[in-house]
């Protein structure tokens, strides 16, 4: 295997959160500070936790990830961002209720010192929010402007070599894929025109860009998944990725629907729910926003399950997607799967899955794992879409001439084989 050349992580990595007053951001940042103080085990990390096979079995060697792989350390991370609220990340991670004040106390004074810049914001994207602390610009091109002098004022503030950007946010309305975000000058241009087809997220994206930033999209949005863009990073040599965290059903999603395809099992139906009383529930509640979630929800098994190849078994499969807004519950997601399956002859069974999850504890560690690895691949010459970061990813992203991979192991195994073959290591068909 030839080995990449990968530049050195000397310096100081910023991490630029889009929503870091959100409960997702504020419990990846709390999180990964009460790691690197040694009072908190990242649990969920794959960068932190997870072994590599190197080589043969019998040469045992099974190192730990970030030991074989030249990743950024947690104590050269410095965080920043932006938000529509003026809050502190201390006081966002409160309000979020996610972690205990316990934890969060004893990391206050850090997360205390981080103070949101102020958003790109338009209540026509995110329906059921109303922003206090944002910018404004007579059009969306002067504020592309505005978002790249932050990021140029944040590395230099915080003498950062280099900077990655994750978004956090809410989830926007559904945008449909139109010509404005089919090239680069169709889509400057409308960011000077003002289109209402630009979203907040894409300016962000832009900037980034721009400033030879890495994007990391954490939600459903359109944002970096346009050919424009596509040809933006590619030109500006830079990772581009996403969408939406697979954390909680539809990872679920990803495990069982190739063990009932992988033993010929039929399926006639399957209904997933959810009550969630967090933020980002609330968001969700608005029936554009939950267009954009239910989209990137819905791809899954098909996609696994190829029913033109299998219309025996799969040619007539009845799938929904519900996710409802219930505030007792706050950042605690209760999701129930209910699976019809059938077996010889046809016989009809159920699956019942209730997934009492916590949804911002099962989004921080891939936060934190897309960094690390974004900013790796960026340092080894990666640039454009990162397919295999598609593990982290409910619709991971793809050009027009490639088909996503959804299989979460197969997924797996083809984000340890880059990491083998970064390191001129021998790639491993299997799970090791
Ligand atoms: N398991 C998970 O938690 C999970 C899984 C997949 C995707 N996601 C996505 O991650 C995102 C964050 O989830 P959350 O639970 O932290 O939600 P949240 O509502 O707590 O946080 C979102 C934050 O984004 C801010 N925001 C909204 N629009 C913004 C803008 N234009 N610029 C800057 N800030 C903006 C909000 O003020 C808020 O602080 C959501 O889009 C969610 O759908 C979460």
Not at 320 to 328: E, G, S, T
Request: charge should be neutral.
């Amino acid at each position: 295997m030839e080995k990449k050349k990968i530049k050195d992580a000397q310096g100081k990595l910023g991490v630029l959160v889009v929503g870091v007053g959100g409960a997702v951001a504020s419990t990846f940042i709390a999180g990964t500070l009460i790691t690197r103080k040694g009072l908190g085990i990242p649990v969920g990390s794959i960068t932190q936790l997870a072994t590599i096979r190197l080589g043969k079995r019998e040469e045992n060697r099974f190192p730990k990830i970030k030991d074989a792989v030249p990743l950024a350390k947690l104590g050269d991370i410095v965080f920043g961002g932006w938000d529509i609220f003026e809050d502190d990340v201390y006081a966002a991670a409160r309000h979020a209720e996610v972690l205990t004040v316990e934890d969060l106390d004893k990391v206050k004074d850090e997360l205390s010192s981080i103070k949101p810049m102020k958003a790109v914001f338009d209540q026509n994207f995110v329906k059921r929010l109303h922003g206090t602390w944002v910018k404004s610009a007579t059009t969306k091109w002067d504020l592309v402007q505005q978002v790249r002098e932050d990021i140029q004022k944040f590395k230099k503030d915080n003498d950062c070599a280099r900077v990655v950007c994750i978004w956090c946010g809410s989830t926007e309305v559904f945008t449909e894929l139109s010509k404005v975000h089919k090239t680069l000058p169709a889509l400057e241009a409308a960011m000077k025109e003002n289109s209402p087809e630009i979203a907040p997220s894409m300016i962000y994206a832009y900037a980034c860009l721009a400033e030879e930033v890495p994007y990391i999209n954490g939600a459903p949005n359109l944002t970096v998944d346009m050919p424009a863009i596509w040809d933006f990073a590619e030109q500006k040599q830079v990772p581009i990725l996403g969408k939406d965290f697979k954390t909680g059903q539809t990872m679920l999603k990803t495990v069982l629907s190739p063990m009932i395809k992988t033993r010929m099992l039929g399926l006639s139906g399957w209904f997933s729910t959810n009550i969630l009383g967090n933020r980002d529930g609330e968001v969700l509640d608005d029936p554009g926003s939950f267009k954009t979630k239910e989209e990137s929800k819905l791809s899954v098994i098909d996609n696994i399950l190829q029913p033109g190849l299998y219309p025996e078994l799969y040619g007539n499969v009845y799938h929904k997607v519900r996710i409802n807004y219930y505030p007792p519950r706050k950042d605690n997601k209760e999701g129930w799967d209910n699976i019809d399956i059938f077996g010889w002859l046809g016989y009809p069974m159920q699956l019942k899955v209730d997934f009492l999850c916590r949804d911002s504890i099962l989004a921080a560690p891939l936060c934190l794992d897309l960094v690390l690895f974004t900013d790796l691949a960026h340092r080894a010459g990666m640039s454009g879409i990162q397919t295999w970061l598609s593990f982290y990813f409910k619709s991971p992203m793809h050009d027009f001439d490639h088909i996503a991979e959804h299989d979460l192991f197969i997924q797996y195994v083809k984000l340890k084989n880059t990491l083998r073959t970064m390191i001129g290591e021998e790639t491993i068909d299997f799970i090791d």
